[in-house]
């Protein structure tokens, strides 16, 4: 990733691709105190257009304000960072990674005497789980690995260390031949996947986990309105592995894995095995809204 030609955003200058680098002894590097975000950019009628930014960049911020990490720069200047790094990468479509860290002025967990940076990185990243995951699903494997406790890490805030708990899962899932993890809380009800969250669907109706542990998912928010277009009655509540497997369909949501369905978990087909009508209906108003084909939610992209 360190080796190519553009442009990343840091600490408010454009630097050479290839030269924006940090010390062996960056805090974060060390600990894993850090905030980030996943966005994206696709091609519109409009040319290029970012999906959502301002909730996204308003995550971010949250997210440090969660960890006590002061914030070198406003939201604004964060949006323009984030425009401008796209643009002069010359990017049609895009993942874009904000992230912000804790400098080398200092060891030890009282990161006291540390300044944070801010980076801003954008590249060409096709579907996440692969486009035969879009039309026929994923295999699903609940993970031996339990997500994040309220009270352990800070389940709101998109940290880098909290990535160390959806790692070892999405690797164990692999390791056994499956395409992606479904972590429970730590009281046993589903929470999200590694890298996204979870919804399913049985007789009609949509239902996805309450947010006490899982990501707050611009994703999710995203198909919550989009459901209600579709006049779907939607639930938000606790969910048990074995209310998955009876599910007639089911689907994870996020930023890099789209609108993806689940078409097994555990071993147990999901309704038909297959990508469900609901979920392809949601699936096509998704892609619709972030390709600019959808009227209602222009609001949803700033062109860059
Ligand atoms: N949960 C986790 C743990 C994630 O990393 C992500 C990806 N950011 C999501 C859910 C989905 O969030 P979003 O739709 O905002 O990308």
Known sequence: MADRDGVIWLDGEMVPWREAKVHVLTHTLHYGMGVFEGVRAYQ?????????????????????HI?????????????????????????????????????????????????????????????????????????VRTSSYTRHHVN?????????????????????????????????????????????????IRDGVLYTPDLTSALNGITRATILTLAKSLDLTVIE?????????????AFFTGTAAEVTPIRELDRRAIG????????????????DAVQGRHPDHADWLTVV
């Open 44 to 64: 519109t009628p409009r040319g290029t257009a970012i999906f959502r930014l301002p909730e996204h960049t308003r995550r971010l911020f949250d997210s440090a």
């Open 67 to 139: 960890l006590n990490m002061p914030m070198p720069c406003d939201k604004d200047t964060l949006n323009q960072a984030i425009v401008q790094v796209v643009r002069e990468n010359g990017l049609d479509t895009a993942y874009i990674r904000p992230m912000c860290f804790y400098g080398s002025e200092g060891m030890g967990l009282r990161a006291d005497n540390l300044k944070v940076h801010v980076m801003v990185a954008a590249w060409t990243w096709g579907t996440y789980l692969g486009n035969q995951a879009l039309e026929q699903g994923i295999r």
């Open 152 to 200: 352990i890490t800070m389940c709101k805030a998109k940290a880098n260390g909290n990535y160390m708990n959806s790692m070892l899962a999405l690797q164990e899932a692999l390791a056994c031949g499956y395409d992606e993890a479904l972590l429970l809380d730590a009281e046993g009800y589903v929470a999200e996947g590694s890298g996204e969250n979870i919804f399913i």
């Open 237 to 249: 509540k606790r969910i048990t592995r074995d209310e998955v497997y009876i599910a007639d369909e």
């Open 272 to 287: 038909s095995g297959t990508r469900g009508p609901i979920t392809e209906q949601l699936q096509t108003l998704y892609f």
